[in-house]
């Protein structure tokens, strides 16, 4: 109940339902307290324009519009909610009958919702109003009936959605009829996206009656509803415009109070919260130090979350030329972040900042490089299924940056693209080339997007994962080309990976990250036998052989890695540490670099020399 | 080689299948569409004859009228003479007048048809590049204010229904102002109102599915790849997100068309618009009922056939769509 509660807690929530206990209780207490003023007639004073005394005009027997208007409220809204309430009746009855009466009946009513819903409610409720007779009722009915298709597929929906359900299931095989089912474990579940729909379409029915009585088949005299007053004021909108527009605005005011309501409540409901407010760009420093022969030097790289808490922490790396670094740690280190980071490719509202962030000597902070990032490093993404755009052909998805920054002619490019995809061993590139990348299979189009970073001449590929959404085989077949490609062209890699096997077969260097900081910074063969930092050992501990099953997650390490929002004071790592003490919870240990190039993050790390026996 | 000549033609056969299904499933509803303006000169209350003719009529009158009408027939009769009727383009004479209903339909049709494609292509005019904009400066949670107004605007004036906007619109630029005119057909300028009073509501609803779904697809991993690819923004956002958004616009935008058809007939109505719209409202007040139903007919198809269009459209535009589907 607090959800719904909290519908009144946001501004437009809080308005919509004031707007909407105004208008109910005009509903109620206006033909009581007006209904005399509204049907006195007045010789003397026959269509006359705004005036203090008739503040919205007369009528043709010179009856106060203002107060007719207010009157209208009543049978306006009565009809509306009748109109929905059979909308709801009528939809959810055919909605759930498909889950009532077994598959062969129930595929005729799906075919029959189907059908009728492709028909604008408006045509519906026209066509049923002819049938029912011109009329309130005939348009209280032609309304409710033209409403309920769609109410019936939102149901049949819903449905679907519940009843795949594992305690609806249960109930089921424990042999509880259908419609019992249905009633104590479907329905309950489905209830608020129904009521919220349900206010909406009220909102909606609210003007579709407004528009039939309009047009004279609603209400009809000496009834009254708004409809009806705005179609008997149109004609005389030169003379007495504020008999049109008066009951013109009642119809906009009480639809917008159900709908924004109804919107509201959708929102509670719907658990979605927006991203938080964005932090003003701070100032980008420029470092002139000189430059070095590194292809990536990366010192203090900060990303901040619009929380203001930090993903990653102060990473410091350096990449020579020809070097493959890997990058390590369980989903939420901020590995990826990190290699998004370096890439520039990390967009509002999160906020990379760096004391220096170079790659082949350029200050990527100091201005875009659009150029230099664009031929010279290359990207490989995790899901090669997303990764391409699915609308564009292969070719012309791997030509467009070669054109853009290398000026390549449409031939040139294109003998270029067949010549790559033929480097990442693609068969038959001529022809693959043309094709779209569904025709591709997951392993090929993470051939094809090696192949297109491959397009130009690249110092440093960032590989993020680039194996962990493909087949064992083919993981293996890519990790075998990336090797190559290093081999033959001297390009430095950067792989990220939660897989310490993958990163120790393919790298020289490895970087342990935790917690948005890199914990230890090890030769890759160290790895297996000489790790020091607590959480490395864990993390190698964690893979049974160094050989065998790469699938297997790391959650063996007991407890959780600390959000962002939540990092402690002292060592990250410290509550699923065996090594901690009161030093490791109180202060943070820096990442200090020994003699032989390691670098570390621990109050007590393990002596180099000891192997893993004891964890 | 010979691998390179079965792509295009697996493609083709997709299109066939493609073109195949939503051809059965348009002749299934237009068979729908067909029965039931038959059935609704039946289901009607009362006798529809006696209704057009008066109380005052007398009984040969309204029996000769009957038979001539073929109402005296058997059901499955009537029926199939309906159908070969309708395929043949012959829907009848009028009760109210004796002028054949098929003339009434080519005269007015085309003014219809007229507004609505006019409307239509003036809201995805003015909801593509203010969707565009929106999105590109609003995206990741930037410029909350703007988001907050043109939410704002876009959902109240997606609220007030197409009738009620040509009632301000008249009032406005017509009564007040006295640049337009306000009622009836007479030249370019009596066109401006009613296409716009059909064309606002539709164009805010659009503005913002194309917002929100350009948000998304700019979240999409294949954007992220143009972006590593360090294209210029504009060609980022011209040809890697809009193609998609489109997609994913006309599959949401899709029933707004036929929304927009129907729409047609209130705010034909408000303006006195010589079209199928005011001539099916005065017909039914008149219980000319072989109009009404040849009128509804003429609707309904036209609402297939928007749906048809989109859903080619929709095919045209993502190569996907076309294989997905089956
Ligand atoms: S600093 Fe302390 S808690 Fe952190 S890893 Fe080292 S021993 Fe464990």
Same mark, same amino acid.
């Given at each position: 109940?607090?959800?719904?509660?909290?519908?009144?807690?946001?501004?437009?929530?809080?308005?919509?339902?004031?707007?909407?206990?105004?208008?109910?209780?005009?509903?109620?207490?206006?033909?009581?307290?007006?209904? %005399?003023?509204?049907? !006195?007639?007045?010789?003397?004073?026959?269509?006359?324009?705004?005036?203090?005394?008739?503040?919205?005009?007369?009528?043709?027997?010179?009856?106060?519009?203002?107060?007719?208007?207010?009157?209208?409220?009543?049978?306006?809204?009565?009809?509306?909610?009748?109109?929905?309430?059979?909308?709801?009746?009528?939809?959810?009855?055919?909605?759930?009958?498909?889950?009532?009466?077994?598959?062969?009946?129930?595929?005729?009513?799906?075919?029959?919702?189907?059908?009728?819903?492709?028909?604008?409610?408006?045509?519906?409720?026209?066509?049923?109003?002819?049938?029912?007779g011109v009329g309130a009722r005939g348009a209280v009915l032609a309304i409710g009936l033209a409403g309920a298709p769609a109410f019936a597929r939102l149901t049949q929906t819903l449905v679907a959605g519940v009843i795949e359900r594992d305690y609806v299931a249960a109930a089921r095989a424990a042999g509880i009829g259908r419609f019992r089912v249905l009633l104590r474990h479907v329905l309950p579940n489905i209830a608020e996206p129904l009521i919220v729909n349900a206010t909406i379409s009220a909102g909606g029915a609210l003007l579709a009656f407004a528009g039939l009585s309009f047009l004279g088949l609603g209400v009809q005299a000496p009834q009254y509803d708004w409809g009806r007053l705005l179609g008997d004021g149109l004609a005389g909108i030169y003379v007495t415009p504020a008999a049109a527009l008066a009951p013109g605005i009642a119809v906009v005011?009480?639809?917008?109070?159900?709908?924004?309501?109804?919107?509201?409540?959708?929102?509670?409901?719907?658990?979605?919260?927006?991203?938080?407010?964005?932090?003003?760009?701070?100032?980008? @420093?420029?470092?002139?130090?000189?430059?070095?022969?590194?292809?990536?030097?990366?010192?203090?790289?900060?990303?901040?979350?619009?929380?203001?808490?930090?993903?990653?922490?102060?990473?410091?790396?350096?990449?020579?030329?020809?070097?493959?670094?890997?990058?390590?740690?369980?989903?939420?280190?901020?590995?990826?972040?990190?290699?998004?980071?370096?890439?520039?490719?990390?967009?509002?509202?999160?906020?990379?900042?760096?004391?220096?962030?170079?790659?082949?000597?350029?200050?990527?902070?100091?201005?875009?490089?659009?150029?230099?990032?664009?031929?010279?490093?290359?990207?490989?993404?995790?899901?090669?299924?997303?990764?391409?755009?699915?609308?564009?052909?292969?070719?012309?998805?791997?030509?467009?940056?070669? !054109?853009?920054?290398?000026?390549?002619?449409?031939?040139?490019?294109?003998? @270029?693209?067949?010549?790559?995809?033929?480097?990442?061993?693609?068969?038959?590139?001529?022809?693959?080339?043309?094709?779209?990348?569904?025709?591709?299979?997951?392993?090929?189009?993470?051939?094809?997007?090696?192949?297109?970073?491959?397009?130009?001449?690249?110092?440093?590929?960032?590989?993020?994962?680039?194996?962990?959404?493909?087949?064992? &085989?083919?993981?293996?077949?890519?990790?075998?080309?990336?090797?190559?490609?290093?081999?033959?062209?001297?390009?430095?890699?950067?792989?990220?990976?939660?897989?310490? &096997?993958?990163?120790?077969?393919?790298?020289? @260097?490895?970087?342990?990250?935790?917690?948005?900081?890199?914990?230890?910074?090890?030769? %890759? %063969?160290?790895?297996?036998?000489?790790?020091?930092?607590?959480?490395?050992?864990?993390?190698?501990?964690?893979?049974?052989?160094?050989?065998?099953?790469?699938?297997?997650?790391?959650?063996?390490?007991?407890?959780?890695?600390?959000?962002?929002?939540?990092?402690?004071?002292?060592?990250?790592?410290?509550?699923?540490? %065996?090594?901690?003490?009161?030093?490791?919870?109180?202060?943070?240990?820096?990442?200090?670099?020994?003699?032989?190039? !390691?670098?570390?993050?621990?109050?007590?790390?393990?002596?180099?020399?000891?192997?893993?026996?004891?964890? | 080689?010979?691998?390179?000549?079965?792509?295009?033609?697996?493609?083709?056969?997709?299109?066939?299948?493609?073109?195949?299904?939503?051809?059965?499933? /348009?002749?299934?509803?237009?068979?729908?569409?067909?029965?039931?303006?038959?059935?609704?000169?039946?289901?009607?209350?009362?006798?529809?004859?006696?209704?057009?003719?008066?109380?005052?009529?007398?009984?040969?009158?309204?029996?000769?009228?009957?038979?001539?009408?073929?109402?005296?027939?058997?059901?499955?009769?009537?029926?199939?003479?309906?159908?070969?009727?309708?395929?043949?383009?012959?829907?009848?004479?009028?009760?109210?007048?004796?002028?054949?209903?098929?003339?009434?339909?080519?005269?007015?049709?085309?003014?219809?048809?007229?507004?609505?494609?006019?409307?239509? +292509?003036?809201?995805?005019?003015?909801?593509?590049?203010?969707?565009?904009?929106?999105?590109? /400066?609003?995206?990741?949670?930037?410029?909350?204010?703007?988001?907050?107004?043109?939410?704002?605007?876009?959902?109240?004036?997606?609220?007030?229904?197409?009738?009620?906007?040509?009632?301000?619109?008249?009032?406005?630029?017509?009564?007040?102002?006295?640049? /337009?005119?306000?009622?009836?057909?007479?030249?370019?300028?009596?066109?401006?109102?009613?296409?716009?009073?059909?064309?606002?509501?539709?164009?805010?609803? /659009?503005?913002?599915?194309?917002?929100?779904?350009?948000?998304?697809? +700019?979240?999409?991993?294949?954007?992220?790849?143009?972006?590593?690819?360090?294209?210029?923004?504009?060609?980022?956002?011209?040809?890697?997100?809009?193609?998609?958004?489109?997609?994913?616009?006309?599959?949401?935008?899709?029933?707004?068309?036929?929304?927009?058809?129907?729409?047609?007939?209130?705010?034909?109505?408000?303006?006195?618009?010589?079209?199928?719209?005011?001539?099916?409202?005065?017909?039914?007040?008149?219980?000319?009922?072989?109009?009404?139903?040849?009128?509804?007919?003429?609707?309904?198809?036209?609402?297939?056939?928007?749906?048809?269009?989109?859903?080619?459209?929709?095919?045209?535009?993502?190569?996907?769509?076309?294989?997905?589907?089956?």
């Amino acid at each position: 109940m607090s959800r719904w509660r909290s519908v009144l807690r946001t501004p437009v929530g809080a308005c919509a339902a004031l707007l909407l206990v105004g208008v109910l209780a005009l509903a109620v207490l206006a033909p009581i307290l007006w209904s %005399a003023q509204a049907d !006195r007639v007045d010789t003397d004073a026959i269509r006359q324009g705004m005036s203090a005394e008739h503040w919205a005009g007369t009528d043709d027997l010179g009856r106060d519009l203002f107060f007719r208007v207010l009157v209208a409220t009543r049978l306006s809204v009565e009809l509306a909610l009748l109109a929905t309430l059979i909308a709801v009746v009528v939809g959810l009855t055919l909605g759930a009958l498909p889950a009532l009466v077994g598959s062969r009946l129930g595929r005729y009513v799906v075919a029959f919702v189907n059908i009728t819903v492709a028909f604008p409610g408006l045509l519906l409720a026209l066509f049923l109003a002819v049938i029912f007779g011109v009329g309130a009722r005939g348009a209280v009915l032609a309304i409710g009936l033209a409403g309920a298709p769609a109410f019936a597929r939102l149901t049949q929906t819903l449905v679907a959605g519940v009843i795949e359900r594992d305690y609806v299931a249960a109930a089921r095989a424990a042999g509880i009829g259908r419609f019992r089912v249905l009633l104590r474990h479907v329905l309950p579940n489905i209830a608020e996206p129904l009521i919220v729909n349900a206010t909406i379409s009220a909102g909606g029915a609210l003007l579709a009656f407004a528009g039939l009585s309009f047009l004279g088949l609603g209400v009809q005299a000496p009834q009254y509803d708004w409809g009806r007053l705005l179609g008997d004021g149109l004609a005389g909108i030169y003379v007495t415009p504020a008999a049109a527009l008066a009951p013109g605005i009642a119809v906009v005011i009480a639809g917008l109070a159900f709908n924004l309501f109804g919107e509201a409540l959708a929102k509670a409901v719907g658990l979605t919260t927006p991203l938080g407010r964005a932090l003003p760009r701070l100032p980008r @420093r420029t470092d002139s130090s000189a430059p070095s022969d590194a292809v990536l030097e990366v010192r203090e790289l900060t990303v901040t979350l619009p929380s203001g808490a930090r993903a990653v922490r102060g990473v410091s790396l350096q990449i020579a030329p020809g070097e493959a670094v890997g990058v390590v740690g369980e989903s939420g280190s901020g590995k990826s972040l990190t290699a998004l980071a370096i890439a520039q490719l990390v967009e509002e509202p999160l906020q990379v900042r760096a004391e220096r962030l170079h790659f082949q000597g350029a200050d990527l902070q100091a201005q875009a490089h659009r150029k230099l990032l664009g031929t010279s490093l290359a990207m490989v993404f995790q899901d090669p299924m997303t990764a391409f755009n699915p609308t564009q052909r292969i070719a012309s998805q791997l030509a467009e940056g070669a !054109r853009e920054h290398g000026g390549l002619s449409r031939q040139a490019a294109r003998a @270029r693209v067949i010549d790559r995809l033929r480097a990442v061993r693609i068969h038959d590139p001529e022809r693959r080339a043309r094709q779209y990348p569904h025709e591709f299979s997951g392993g090929m189009r993470q051939r094809a997007m090696i192949g297109m970073g491959l397009m130009g001449t690249p110092a440093l590929i960032i590989a993020d994962e680039p194996t962990t959404a493909l087949d064992v &085989t083919v993981q293996q077949q890519i990790l075998q080309l990336l090797a190559e490609i290093r081999a033959a062209d001297h390009v430095a890699l950067l792989l990220i990976s939660h897989d310490v &096997t993958v990163v120790s077969a393919v790298c020289d @260097r490895v970087l342990v990250m935790y917690a948005g900081r890199v914990v230890e910074d090890l030769p %890759a %063969a160290e790895l297996a036998r000489g790790a020091r930092h607590p959480y490395t050992r864990a993390l190698v501990a964690a893979v049974p052989t160094m050989e065998s099953d790469r699938q297997l997650p790391l959650t063996v390490i007991p407890g959780r890695m600390p959000d962002p929002d939540d990092v402690s004071a002292g060592c990250s790592f410290a509550p699923r540490c %065996a090594l901690a003490d009161a030093h490791c919870a109180a202060e943070q240990p820096e990442l200090i670099a020994s003699a032989d190039g !390691r670098r570390i993050a621990c109050w007590h790390p393990a002596p180099a020399s000891l192997a893993l026996q004891e964890s | 080689m010979a691998t390179a000549v079965t792509a295009p033609r697996v493609l083709e056969n997709a299109w066939v299948r493609f073109a195949a299904r939503r051809l059965g499933r /348009l002749v299934v509803s237009v068979w729908v569409v067909i029965t039931a303006a038959f059935l609704m000169i039946h289901l009607v209350p009362g006798d529809p004859v006696r209704a057009v003719l008066g109380p005052t009529a007398t009984a040969e009158v309204v029996a000769a009228k009957r038979a001539a009408l073929g109402l005296d027939d058997p059901m499955w009769s009537q029926y199939l003479h309906y159908l070969q009727g309708v395929l043949t383009g012959d829907f009848g004479t009028g009760l109210a007048s004796s002028l054949p209903v098929s003339q009434v339909i080519s005269q007015r049709l085309p003014t219809t048809a007229m507004l609505a494609v006019l409307a239509f +292509l003036v809201a995805v005019a003015i909801a593509i590049p203010v969707g565009v904009f929106m999105g590109v /400066l609003t995206r990741g949670g930037r410029a909350r204010r703007a988001e907050l107004s043109f939410t704002a605007t876009s959902v109240v004036l997606a609220a007030v229904p197409e009738f009620l906007l040509a009632v301000g619109l008249v009032y406005v630029f017509g009564v007040s102002l006295g640049w /337009l005119p306000v009622a009836g057909r007479s030249g370019a300028s009596s066109y401006v109102l009613p296409v716009l009073a059909l064309a606002i509501g539709p164009a805010a609803v /659009l503005s913002r599915i194309v917002r929100v779904q350009l948000q998304s697809v +700019l979240q999409a991993d294949y954007v992220r790849t143009a972006r590593a690819k360090r294209l210029r923004a504009v060609t980022v956002y011209l040809k890697h997100a809009l193609p998609n958004t489109l997609t994913a616009t006309l599959t949401l935008g899709g029933l707004l068309l036929s929304v927009l058809v129907a729409g047609t007939v209130l705010v034909e109505n408000v303006f006195a618009w010589p079209g199928l719209g005011t001539t099916m409202i005065s017909s039914i007040l008149a219980r000319d009922y072989p109009v009404v139903q040849a009128i509804v007919l003429v609707y309904g198809v036209g609402v297939l056939l928007v749906n048809l269009a989109v859903d080619i459209a929709l095919a045209l535009l993502d190569p996907r769509s076309t294989i997905r589907e089956s």
